[in-house]
């Protein structure tokens, strides 16, 4: 859902901590709330996906296709459950391998149907049953590069000699390997968003900045299938630098492309040949994005409700609906699903604040991030927080009761609320968690050969990376 968008561009019984959304939390305050926003998080994922497939919804309780990046995520989500004791290792495992032994199984191949992908690419949506193709949907690289950063991890994660382990790291691999990188290069050095069997590939490339660096980098890193390292070379000359509320950094407008290839990948304190030249990395890239973001909430040149300090966050979501209405005089155009961000030359903005913006970005900016998640959890309580944390969405200047919706409801004279969780929304925010408070996923991922053999044949040296003893 994400590359088609960039195109365009522990649980119930334990209720939330009431705190004052006006002061600051304290460390223990925060990180009582920070367990139990993963605990919530985490039991979505662990909930929801079907135990026999592995396939994990797209959203839900709307009912939906499997996701394969919401598939990454959950395989993400299990070893972070073992480690915060929400799961046992041995349930985790075996949810793991019938993922992993699932998609490997499912059959491949160029026919429009009745296949889950082909070169070992998998379709962006699946039939939650069967695991074939959904409907027409695209081949896509940056789905299968989130489903495979995913299994890369739980293979570095679960490292014990048994059975069970010792067939997750195989699959892994066997996963990995499969995948055929060069043929996704339609127009070489760049690699393809995409191919239907009905009319090749995807007229259009990754191209920068966006959250396709995790696709290059396990592209560069294969043992079997490997582009060239022009390619990198050729991705970073697309970027777009400029500056854009005080920051200067990579533009791209909705917060995901900030995210996703930092959830899996250690940016801190390496560089490729265009950070060294912006004297910069890509984390301090997306610290600055993150305070752009707040800076323009606060600045609310829209004048949109409810934005300031402690309520922000713009990328890809749900929303009430495809309308234009009027609002205090004024006309105001609201969409359903739709890539909202702001950056320089990108501005889509219709009111809606998405919690994985800012939950996503808590490495990055933990002093501005965690106290918004707090406020927008104190400030809309159960309309927004809930069972399994956060809803997707929410939008304050929405209070329209008789306009039909495609999600979510409206709180009379509070606004509109999203009643669905999506996947590829949930799992940044309980990985990023993570990761800002255990650095668990980067430092596995740090040990991962392909992870730094595609790091270092995109150039990149320096901290971490230099003293990594695998190849």
């Given at each position: 859902m994400r590359g088609t968008l960039t195109l365009i561009i522990l649980l119930a019984a334990f209720a939330p901590a009431a705190c004052s959304a006006d002061r600051p939390a304290g460390p223990r305050e925060q990180d009582r709330f920070l367990d139990d926003l993963q605990a919530r998080t985490f039991r979505w994922f662990w909930d929801v996906t079907n135990p026999r497939t592995g396939l994990t919804p797209d959203r839900w309780p709307t009912q939906s296709f499997s996701s394969v990046a919401a598939v990454g995520f959950a395989l993400t989500a299990y070893p972070i459950g073992v480690e915060r004791g929400y799961v046992s290792r041995a349930d985790a495992a075996a949810r793991t391998l019938a993922t992993l032994r699932?998609?490997?199984?499912?059959?491949?191949?160029?026919?429009?149907?009745?296949?889950?992908?082909?070169?070992?690419?998998?379709?962006?949506?699946?039939?939650?049953?069967?695991?074939?193709?959904?409907?027409?949907?695209?081949?896509?690289?940056?789905?299968?590069?989130?489903?495979?950063?995913?299994?890369?991890?739980?293979?570095?994660?679960?490292?014990?000699?048994?059975?069970?382990?010792?067939?997750?790291?195989?699959?892994?691999?066997?996963?990995?390997?499969?995948?055929?990188?060069?043929?996704?290069?339609?127009?070489?050095?760049?690699?393809?968003?995409?191919?239907?069997?009905?009319?090749?590939?995807?007229?259009?490339?990754?191209?920068?900045?966006?959250?396709?660096?995790?696709?290059?980098?396990?592209?560069?890193?294969?043992?079997?299938?490997?582009?060239?390292?022009?390619?990198?070379?050729?991705?970073?000359?697309?970027?777009?630098?400029?500056?854009?509320?005080?920051?200067?950094?990579?533009?791209?407008?909705?917060?995901?492309?900030?995210?996703?290839?930092?959830?899996?990948?250690?940016?801190?304190?390496?560089?490729?040949?265009?950070?060294?030249?912006?004297?910069?990395?890509?984390?301090?890239?997306?610290?600055?994005?993150?305070?752009?973001?707040?800076?323009?909430?606060?600045?609310?040149?829209?004048?949109?409700?409810?934005?300031?300090?402690d309520v922000w966050g713009l990328t890809a979501s749900d929303g009430p609906a495809d309308v234009t209405l009027t609002v205090n005089g004024r006309e105001r155009t609201f969409h359903t699903y739709w890539p909202r961000g702001a950056a320089a030359g990108y501005l889509n903005d219709d009111g809606t604040i998405v919690p994985t913006a800012a939950g996503g970005s808590v490495p990055f900016a933990p002093e501005i991030a965690i106290p918004a998640l707090q406020a927008m959890r104190d400030r809309y309580g159960e309309h927004l927080y809930g069972h399994y944390g956060f809803v997707d969405a929410f939008n304050p200047t929405f209070t329209f009761t008789d306009v039909p919706l495609r999600h979510g409801r409206v709180v009379p004279g509070v606004g509109w609320f999203d009643t669905d969780h999506l996947g590829i929304d949930q799992g940044p925010i309980l990985a990023m968690i993570e990761n800002y408070r255990s650095e668990l996923v980067w430092r596995l991922m740090r040990e991962a050969p392909e992870i730094v053999r595609g790091l270092r044949r995109a150039g990149f040296s320096g901290g971490w990376l230099d003293a990594a003893q695998v190849e």
């Open positions: 699932f998609l490997w199984r499912a059959p491949q191949g160029p026919e429009p149907a009745g296949v889950a992908g082909y070169r070992g690419f998998f379709y962006h949506f699946l039939d939650p049953e069967t695991g074939h193709r959904w409907e027409q949907v695209e081949l896509s690289t940056v789905d299968t590069a989130l489903l495979l950063a995913g299994a890369l991890f739980a293979r570095q994660y679960f490292d014990r000699a048994d059975a069970v382990e010792d067939s997750i790291r195989a699959l892994a691999d066997s996963l990995y390997r499969r995948v055929d990188w060069t043929w996704a290069q339609a127009r070489p050095p760049l690699i393809s968003m995409g191919w239907y069997p009905e009319s090749g590939y995807h007229g259009w490339d990754w191209r920068g900045y966006n959250e396709a660096m995790i696709v290059y980098i396990l592209a560069l890193g294969s043992p079997t299938h490997p582009i060239e390292p022009e390619a990198w070379n050729a991705w970073t000359e697309t970027y777009q630098w400029g500056s854009f509320h005080g920051q200067d950094f990579l533009q791209f407008g909705p917060l995901f492309g900030h995210q996703y290839s930092h959830v899996w990948i250690d940016f801190r304190g390496i560089q490729d040949a265009y950070m060294r030249g912006r004297g910069i990395d890509y984390f301090e890239n997306s610290r600055r994005a993150t305070l752009a973001q707040r800076a323009y909430a606060i600045a609310n040149p829209e004048g949109w409700k409810g934005y300031g300090p």
